[in-house]
């Protein structure tokens, strides 16, 4: 019998794909239904951030990186630019700043983990989970709303603090919100853990080893779930993180599986962290006196990070001194991450593409920046 | 705007009808009234691309989401151009993705309509200045018919360019162009 | 994990950061060169202190009024927060192979691969980490700004390949032995690397084009769909 010629196929997924969550682009070559290996073509929503915050001042800046990174975890990226600024600049933050920042960053990562929860389960077939994420979201949305009187971009933080003190009763929704999201988070776990059409397509998919995961420099819950025991918080923590009490979740296995129990985990550890610094919280200032809006930064250079939801979220600060930063880099979580895709797909097959492009939660904008 | 088909082309049965009933007497009145339904359920069935470009787009997911819900007014999300009669360019477009806008534009059948959700799409927004990357506004390479401002715009605030694009879809009158494009 | 010890910014310990200078004698510790200028600086702030005080007790002694106090100065010496290692181009590969390799140092984890511009002239920045010993590094070597090119590192650290496809398309470094080199963010025909600081905008030739179609729509002259090019 003669044997049949087979050749290999490219596929073009994107950018417009309704599952590439953004403008992605994907270059699969497949050997029939195998992955013989992904191309990423990235940069469709290049926003030139780190050209422009070249012409900002500091506090312009925080509604920059607001909108130009990683819009799903805005107040995050604040606070990276900030902790850049404020350890160059040795800057004082109030106690009860330092509290309201953590609890409002906790937050953001729930709702940014909500968001992906609800996406991945469009992904994988899970219409419900959607519509019950989105439910929740919205009431971070509306505790949100009624501190910094935005819902997606908040310009918040503030050099030296934040912008305004808690509106009254503001932390008895906050803590409500909290014991009712801990039962809404069993909820999930009934709907989707044990599910056995999300374990099939999940379980075993897309592994990603501890070797591969330090040497592709993945980072954040990608990693914890290759066995990383590494989260920025612990290891260096900033604000109060290291005055709580929360546990970094670390799965072993690195499918698709283990980073949605990294991600599920970590809600219930914010959710804690955001009640024990309810508890803690002292009264007082918020702003520090006497931090000008035009803060001239002293010459130096600084690389810190954050934990932002999707990873270690570093800024490299060089100034000279004047008004606005001289050069800023943003070393982006979600562009480690997805040069990692290119790893864990090989082999796999074509169905598998979402499940496993969904897992690790990118965000373009903080992609391409 | 109306394409005139060139000679040959086939029109639908109701293109067909309309031009009889065009010719009677009083007439008119009829094709208006037609005109009139079709509009109405045109305006009541408009289904968007599932198209987000950045930030905008998680205040349209939210738009589609549990709480406001633009299902109750007809729209509902389809994956691809070809089924598409709206496309939502929610957030800021750059310069590598204007020409998959505009394909993606030219691969919808007609009649189609462009909302630009967000100071971004429509002008540029917060990325104006000191930048090389972004088209300052989405009208550069295809048409709009309703601006939302903000940045992002709320769920609200896309929901009212939704009711006022049924508004103008309502108004429209392409079959009484187009007869009397024909018969000029 | 064992948090860092310098919780605002990096750490290194000093013994490891004088094993890397005795290895290699041309690796220069930005942070300690900035610590013996702010010294000085501050020598000379509390020289001129003192001459000022016998200035105001000589004036006391002769009935004359006060002399004014100096200006209080800021120092211009760069401040680093994160250890910062200038290393010079030649042994590059060699110190970065060390610390990648080397057991008390074991760099494992590449952070960013990046650049700066200084108009006159230019560093490659490197960002390292250990996911061991919790320690971190800022790398940084000058390259010719006309004609940037460096060897690359993504043989070392998988990651780099990425970080220094963006490096070449935003600043138009080169990087030696890469095996991919080419634009990531941009597309290909881009004029210019945009984050070098004498980087002008063009309108690529294609958007020209689209905007003109586009605006012989508006103005209803425009070709039928099929003869577009
Ligand atoms: S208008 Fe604002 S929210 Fe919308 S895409 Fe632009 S920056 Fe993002």
């Known amino acids: ?369 | 705007m109306v394409r005139v088909p060139a000679d040959g082309s086939r029109e639908a049965p109701i293109e067909q009808l309309v031009e009889v009933l065009h010719r009677l007497p009083g007439g008119q009145i009829l094709v208006t009234s037609i005109e009139n339904v079709l509009n109405w359920a045109r305006a009541r069935s408009i289904w968007p691309l599932t198209f987000g470009l950045a930030c905008c787009a998680m205040e349209m997911m939210q738009a589609m989401g549990t709480r406001f819900d633009l299902d109750r007014f007809g729209v509902i999300p389809r994956a691809t151009p070809r089924q598409a009669d709206l496309i939502i360019v929610a957030g800021r477009c750059t310069i590598k993705m204007a020409p998959v806008v505009r394909r993606l534009w030219e691969q919808m059948p007609e009649p189609k309509y462009v909302i630009s959700m967000g100071s971004c799409a429509t002008c540029g927004g917060p990325f104006y200045y000191d930048n090389y990357s972004i088209l300052k506004g989405i009208d550069t390479v295809i048409p709009v018919d309703v601006y939302v401002p903000g940045c992002p715009p709320r769920p609200e605030a896309l929901i009212e360019g939704v009711l006022k694009l049924q508004e103008k879809i309502q108004r429209e009158r392409r079959l009484t162009r187009r007869l009397q494009e024909a018969g000029a | ?229």
């Open chain 3, 1 to 229: 994990m064992t948090p860092s010890r310098n919780p605002s910014g990096g750490f290194l310990p000093p013994e490891l950061a004088a094993r890397l200078r005795e290895r290699f004698p041309q690796v220069r510790d930005a942070a300690e060169a900035a610590r013996e200028a702010l010294e000085a600086f501050e020598r000379e702030q509390e020289e001129r202190q003192r001459r000022y005080q016998e200035e105001v007790e000589r004036a006391k002694a002769e009935g004359k009024p006060a002399p004014r106090p100096p200006r209080k100065e800021e120092p211009a010496v760069p401040r680093y927060r994160t250890p910062t290692f200038e290393v010079p181009r030649e042994v590059f590969r060699e110190v970065m192979e060390f610390l990648r390799d080397d057991p008390a140092f074991r760099m494992d984890y590449l952070s960013f691969a990046s650049a700066i511009d200084w108009k006159d002239r230019m560093e490659c920045t490197y960002h390292l980490w250990s996911t061991v010993h919790n320690h971190e590094l800022l790398v940084k070597v000058p390259v010719d700004r006309d004609d940037p090119r460096i060897p690359t590192v993504s043989d070392l650290w998988r990651t780099a390949e990425w970080h220094e496809r963006e490096t070449y398309d935003l600043f138009g470094v080169v990087y030696e032995g890469h095996p991919d080199l080419r634009r990531i963010l941009l597309t290909e025909d881009w004029k210019g690397h945009p984050l070098r600081k004498d980087y002008v905008y063009e309108d690529p030739d294609w958007l020209v084009e689209l905007a003109r179609v586009r605006q012989s729509e508006v103005s209803g002259v425009q070709p039928p769909l099929g003869e577009r090019g």
């Open chain 1, 1 to 369: 019998m003669r044997s049949l010629r087979t050749e290999e196929l490219i596929l073009n997924m994107g950018p417009q794909h309704p599952s590439t969550h953004g403008v992605l682009r994907l270059l699969v070559t497949l050997d029939g239904e195998n992955i013989v290996e992904v191309q990423p073509d990235i940069g469709y929503l290049h926003s030139s951030v780190e050209k422009m915050m070249e012409h900002r001042n500091y506090t312009q800046n925080i509604a920059l990186a607001d909108r130009g990174m990683d819009y799903l975890a805005a107040l995050v990226n604040e606070m990276a630019i900030l902790r850049a600024a404020e350890t160059l600049a040795d800057v004082p933050v109030p106690e009860r700043a330092r509290y309201i920042r953590t609890i409002f960053m906790e937050l953001q990562r729930l709702a940014s983990h909500l968001l992906w929860l609800g996406t991945y389960g469009i992904d994988l077939g899970a219409f419900t989970a959607f519509l019950w994420c989105m439910r929740e979201r919205e009431l971070i949305m509306d505790l949100f709303e009624a501190t910094t009187g935005g819902r997606l971009h908040h310009v918040y933080f503030r050099l030296g603090g934040v912008n305004e003190d808690l509106p009254p009763g503001w932390t008895d929704r906050c803590r409500e919100f909290c014991h009712y999201f801990l039962n809404r988070l069993d909820e999930y776990h009934r709907l989707l853990t044990g599910n056995p059409i999300w374990q099939a397509r999940t379980q075993g998919v897309g592994v990603l080893t501890r070797e591969q995961a330090v040497a592709f420099g993945a980072c954040g819950p990608v990693a914890r779930a290759s066995g990383l025991q590494w989260d920025v918080r612990k290891s260096h923590p900033y604000e109060v993180y290291d005055r709580v009490d929360f546990q970094v979740p670390v799965y072993t296995e690195g499918d698709c599986y283990a980073r949605y129990l990294v991600r599920m985990d970590e809600m219930r550890e914010s959710t804690r962290i955001i009640l024990q610094c309810l508890d803690q919280m002292p009264e007082g200032e918020v702003r520090a006196a006497r931090v000008p809006l035009n803060l001239k930064v002293p010459p130096g250079e600084v690389y810190t990070r954050v934990e932002s939801p999707r990873g270690d979220l570093g800024i490299h600060l060089v100034s000279t001194g004047g008004e606005t930063p001289w050069r800023v880099k943003i070393r982006a979580p979600s562009f480690v991450n997805l040069h990692a895709l290119t790893e864990m797909m090989k082999g796999w097959k074509v169905a598998d593409i979402i499940a496993i492009l969904g897992s690790i939660d990118i965000v373009l904008a903080d992609v391409d920046r």
